[in-house]
Each structure stands twice: as C-alpha cells, then as structure tokens.
C-alpha cells in the first residue's frame, strides 16, 4: 500500500549491489606516511629521479597544509597515518592481452558488471581498468597506437613519455593547489594517461574503472588528458567501492588540458560505497578536477552523475583561458540515508568571448545533505563573457536538506551572468498519478527522479546513460515505501 | 463489476462521502453529476485508493476483489482507470515513457510478457488515432506547459492505452470547447465495450449528449440523493440544483 508522504519519510535499507571483496593476493606498502613510504612507492613503480623528486616536494607541501573545512559537510577527521597508501594487485608478469589477467580479478569485473571483453567486442570501448592502485590492463591500446593516440596508465606513461608527463603533470592542478592535492601528488599510485595528437578524432569512448579493493588503502588515482590542437575525445570514469565498515578515502586528481580547437568530454559515474543507513563505512571522496581550455575555440565538458561515497567534495572546474572556449558542467548529485555531497564547479572565464554552462541537480533523500558550490569568475580582460547556471534541487522527504552556494566575481562589466534556482518536492501527488497508472512508488520514484535528472542525463554516452539511471533508481531504492 | 454499499470516507477527521451505494454492471455506462463540493471527486480518489482519505466504512467490491484491500496500483492492475480531474505534471518524463512503464507494469500485474519497443509503438500509433491526440505532445514532459485540453486529451489517451475495465472520468470535459468535447467523447466511445464500464462525472449535461449514459445518479452532500435515466441529466439541465435543498428539507 502507498502510504503517500509518510512513507516518503520511512527509510528501509537498500543494499550496496557492489559490496563484495576479491580475494586478490596484493602487494603492499606499510601503514603511513612518510618520506620512505614514497620511496616505496616510487621505487615499487620504478620512476625516475624527477618523478621522485616531484613526489617529495608535493609531500614536503603537503605537511605545511592544512584539511579544508569550508565545505558544508562533516565527518570524523582522518587518521593519515593509518592508511595504506599502496596496495597493488600481485601480478607476476606484464601482460600482453586481457585473456591473460588473473582470473579473480577478472570475476571481479564480471561482478560489477564490466566484462572487459564483452565491452571490447560489443560497444567499442577501450576500458583502461585500476584496481586499488595499479592499472592492471589497458585495451585497445594497438588500435588507438595506429591513430597516434597514447592511452595507458599513468605509470606506463611516466616511462614511455616521460616529456609529456613532465611538461603537463601538475600544470593544471599545481601540487600545492589544495591539501588534498598535494597528497595526492605525493602519492598516486596509478591512473590514467590520455595524449590525442592534432586532429585527431578519437574514434572511441575511453573508459576507466576505478575500484577500491584492499582494506584500508586510499585511492589515489590520478589522470591528465591531454588534447592537441583540433582533437577530440570522450572520457569515462565509473567507480565502485567493497562494502566496508571503515571510511576509506579517496583522493584523485585529474587534469586536462584542450588546445586550440579541441575538445575534451569528461564523463563520470560515481558509485563508490554511500556506507550503510546509520552512515557507517563509505568512502571519503575529495577530489580535485580541473581543465584549461588552454587554446581558442577549445571545449571542456564534464559530465558527472554522483551517487556514492559517504562524504563528497568535488568541483569539477573549466579555466577558459582561450578565447571562445566553452565550458560546461552537468551533474547530478544524489544522496540518501547519511550522505553528504558538497559539489559544483568553477568556471575562470579568462579569454575574451568565453562561454560557460552549469547544470546541477541535485536530490537528496533520507536525512542526507546535498549542496551545490558554484564559483563563476569573469577576469578584467575577459571581454563579452557569458554564463548561464541552472541549479535544481529535488528532495524526497523533509529530514534532508539542499544547500546552494553560488559565488560570482565579475570584474569586467560586458559579462551576462544568469543563475537560476529552483527547490521542489517529490509530490505525494505525483507518487499517486503514476500509482493509478499501475507504477508502483518505488517505480515512481525513479521516473520521476530520471525526469528531473534529464537534461544531465542526455549528456551521457548511451552505454553510460542507461547504467546510471538504474544506479539512481539503486540509490533511492527504500528511500519511499 | 462494481458493487459499492454504504461508503464512508473523509479527509482529516471530515466526513465526505456518507453512505454511498452504486452498482455498475460490464457494459454500463454511468453518470454522476452534483453541485461542486459534494464529494465526486473524493468518490473518484477513495476508489482509486489515494491514502489521504480514510474510509471509515462500508465496502467495495470490483471484479470479485475487494477493492478497498488493493494497493492503487494493484488497483491499477485490475483495470481501474481514472482520468484525473487535475492531472499532475512530471518534468523530464515524456508521455511515451511513462505510458511504456504503466503498460508492462500492467501488463506484469497481469501475468502477460512486456511488449518491446516495436509492439509498444504499434500499440500507441493505434490508440493516438483513435483518440486523435499529436504525436508531439506525448513526447514532450508530462502534462508540463500542457492546456487544460491537452491534458484531459493525454488522460483519455492513457486510457485508451492501459484498456481499463473500469474507466472513472473526473470532470474530463471542465476547461473543454465543444470540439475538444467532442473529440474526447469519441475516444471514451472508442473504448466502450459489452465487457468494459464507464463511470462519467460531470458537471455540465452537454459531455453526456456525446457519451450517452445507462444511469444518471446526482451527488449531493456525500450521498446520492437521485437516480435515473439519461433523462435525468436533461432535467437537471432545466432546473438546476436549486431543487436539491428542497427535495433534501422534505426528505
Ligand atoms: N484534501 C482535502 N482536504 C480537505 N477537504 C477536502 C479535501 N478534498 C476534498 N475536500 C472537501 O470535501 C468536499 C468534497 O470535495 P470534492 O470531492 O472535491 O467535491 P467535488 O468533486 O464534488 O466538487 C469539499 O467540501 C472539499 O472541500
Ligand atoms: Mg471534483
């Protein structure tokens, strides 16, 4: 029976449908941090002395830093010296094509519904998978090589293209940018690397699975993409996380880099481990991405459709540098039982006849906090700006709340800077309209959120948009009776 | 098919409906007209099984089943339509998708297979002819920016579409031309069936010269208080309800 709003307000748990640990023999560093901890990394991924070096500055950085705390979010602080910050997979050999990778990690990935070789015959995505902290196995890799296109992990990289990685690492999000990513330049352990050459349309969607594996390791992953002049490529990123009853962390950067003309379409669906409905366990996810549109005409996209992790604290951000570069930022951000998201974007319009696009939606159920944080920037020279910022919140219930911040800065008065808001209810009404259709609530709900979401949703490759409107429809699971 | 004895139902301790009986039988159509606020619509909602109201007694029976004890979409299920008085907006949810999902979710209900894509629009160019509604507007979000015609035409199409046993039209023909009375009268037509009934609440005699009535029974303060044939209607047309309080006062 449909108790209308009253239940609205019930929460009955839902299940976290990834919760499951492999049993993948790994190979890890101690407890801690310190300066020998990344020696250990370091040396575990054979860098070079720069790269070393680099790390070390990152950490020395790191130490003078403080945790954020302007966010609208709160948790217990984190014990940094009580994480493993590497933990790889033990793999004994390289390997030369995914027939070959070790059998439980490739039922792992059955589990989460990614079989790497079904996407690589069927829908033509070249899936760069990280488990815990290594990449254990790029595909399609020979196909893109033909083009010119490199897409390998970014530890492969900092081998093989050594120059690339010198010139862009760090030149988008500087190591001291903030606490998080200056950790995260300390110590990454693997992540994704991405060079399109000039002109080149990248006949696929590139596609990484993070996961966290091991118990107590972070997760720090981190991915430049780099898109010459003329260029384009569409990037997808999916998470998922083990059930457990620790908070793990997670703290990636990733950074991407546009050219004249080019054009970089980012997408993500995040799914990492929300903990259960008393808010124990799930994932702490801060992370930093940002991108320049560095040359004219450029284009930067990020699309992301958030529903995991315990505490989120992420801005996806466009620095429109060239003139007439574009950037965007779609996102849905759902939240349910006890967690919170504190999330949105900056836009840096720089160039002259800049152009930026914000699309938030936000829902929020149970007794969670869901806040939008929107930064528009608009320098002196950055002549004829525009900006258009829409910022919906859906909420489902009334012990949860929707925040929206939004902060503009304009210092050149031929700007146009639009931000609309608008906060709405799941209708008891609406609930019972799709009732009489013979919906039942738990259906309704989905409809009506995926209704609400759509216009984020659109800008998702198909393969990616149909799974992430079930993982809405997941999230929300018992969040209305 | 439906038998209702003595129901009583309200709102928040208010007493609306007080004593109602009605039997509708397969093939039948029925009318119920009344003065505003005498309780058609929360008749409409009690049967549809909104949960505001609380029916505080009496019974229905429909195709066998009691009917009060059904979930609304079980109800649904069953073959119970209503066309709601006012139907609700959805943004982001297009006709089409939301008729896609109540379709096999009947269709579910039912014990039937799910019709994929291909027997879907085959279904919905059928029934978009037959009640005459745009192909555009069933793409666009539900009832968001729609007339008030253009709604009561989507609450017809559904109709059409889920092929009720029992079709309940709340003042489908408030807000509409006579054109548009026209065209909605000729899709409820459509569906009329030996098998299937029709329950009309209406205001105004004019929709029932399009959808001819079996019985015509008057609503008035929570019971019926008259009941007749489709001349009813007409006299009630001539008189208005003035008659009712006296009628009431002598009763
Ligand atoms: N949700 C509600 N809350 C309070 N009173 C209501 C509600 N719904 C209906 N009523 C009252 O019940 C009576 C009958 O209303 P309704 O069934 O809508 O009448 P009708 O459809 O015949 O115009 C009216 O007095 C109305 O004010
Ligand atoms: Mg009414």
Redesign the pocket.
Known sequence: MNDGLSTIEQQITSDYKYGFTSNLEADQAPKGLNEDIIRFISGRKKEPEWMLEWRLKAYRNWLKMEVPDWANIKYPAVDFQDIIYYSAPKQSKKLNSLDEIDPELRRTFEKLGISLDEQKRLSGVAVDAVIDSVSVATTFREQLGELGIIFCSISEAIQEHPELIKKYIGSVVPMTDNFYAALNSAVFTDGSFCYIPKGVRCPMELSTYFRINAENTGQFERTLIVAEEGSYVSYLEGCTAPMRDENQLHAAVVELVAMDHAEIKYSTVQNWYPGDKEGKGGIYNFVTKRGICAGVHSKISWTQVETGSAVTWKYPSCILKGDHSIGEFYSVAVTNHHQQADTGTKMIHLGKNTRSRIVSKGISAGVSHNSYRGLVSVAKNASNARNFSQCDSLLLGDRCGAHTFPYIEVKNNTAQVEHEATTSKIGEDQIFYCNQRGIDTETAVALIVNGFAKEVMNQLPMEFAVEAQKLLAITLEGSVG | MLQIKDLQAG??G?E?LKGINLTIQPGEVHAIM??????????ASVLAGRS?YEVTGGSVEFLGKDLLDLSPEARAGEGLFLAF?YPVEIPGLSTINFMKTAVNEVRKYRGQEALDAAEFLKLMKEKMNLVNIDKNLLTRSLNEGFSGGEKKRNEVFQMAMLEPRLAIL?ETDSGLDIDAIRIAAAGVNAVRSKENATLV?THYQRLLDYIVPDFVHV?YNGRIVKSGGKELALELEETGYSFLKNEMNIA
């Open positions: 709102i928040e208010k609306i009344g003065p505003n606020g005498s309780g058609k619509s929360t008749l505001d008085q709340d609440i609503l």
